[in-house]
């Protein structure tokens, strides 16, 4: 079964995802080998839902995005793994929350994660995930200087052999 | 998403991107790609429901580590179990987002 792209997505935004190819600068491929038995393998989770800690963490800037609607938030978050739903907050403007608080594990499956380690499935979980909010300027400037250097240290920092992102 | 993939692969870190848009995913060149006929907000199924968290995360790790060449992609067959209208009604925020606003603003003009 070949999933539907465009299934959900409302009918005027297909030209903006559709035939627009690579990033200019982004048409080669890019490759590092999974090199590990999964089952010992460290791995992290990214989600871009704009997830954040209610308690310690500022939530994404969405109220400069409502002056702004072209900019983003790119800064990203570290969730602890051990995380409890009633201790996360979404800063989104372009999904309905209601799933994600009643069930985070829809964007970041911290809890499964944990599960399959302990079922031997994979070797462990990374202690801090990472969440971004995913709706961001064109261009991804942000992103590209200092946000993914900035995750790339975190998540070598933390060991992962693996990393599963999931837009939402 | 999938450029963040492709700046973290080349870091040296394998990825593999979980997506509802797996031909947008494709297009952009991440490196593996696990696809889901699920609603926006949703990569990894509906609330509450860990037997469809499974699937999802399970596929994903196996892409992640058998994946055998650049741009592998294996979708998942699950349908969403509710009736696609609704499912496209209520992933959608309760106010359009401040870009789709301005752009029903413009369109108006």
Sequence with gaps: MVVDSFKFLPRSFRPLYEGRGPFPGEEAPVWTPFGKR???????????????????????????????????????????????????????????????LADPEIALPAGLLKQFADEGV????????????????RSLGDWRSTTAPQLVAHLQGQGADGLVLAPV | MPVLAR??????????????????????????????????????????????QRGVLGLALRVLAGASAFGTRVDLDVEWPVPVREAYRSWQPKEPSPIVKKMLEARQQ
Excluded: C
């Excluded at chain 1, 979980?125 to 961001?136: I, L």
């Excluded at chain 2, 593999?16 to 696809?35: D, N, S, W």
């Design chain 1, 122 to 137: 994979v070797g462990g979980s990374v202690t801090e995930h990472v969440s971004v909010m995913g709706y961001q300027d």
């Design chain 1, 38 to 100: 999964l089952a010992g393998s460290r791995i992290a989770l990214l989600t871009s839902a704009g997830i954040y800690l209610k308690r310690s963490q500022p939530p994404f800037e969405i109220e400069r995005e409502k002056m702004h609607p072209e900019w983003g938030d790119p800064s990203w978050r570290a969730v602890p793994e051990s995380s409890q739903p009633a201790g996360i907050g979404v800063a989104h403007l372009h999904i309905n929350d209601e799933d994600l």
């Design chain 2, 7 to 52: 700046w973290i692969e080349a870091a040296g870190i394998p990825t593999v991107v979980v997506t509802m848009m797996p031909a947008t995913a494709e297009e952009r060149r991440a490196p593996r790609i696990a696809g889901v006929e699920f609603p926006f907000g949703h990569p990894f199924g509906m609330p509450n429901n860990r037997d469809m």
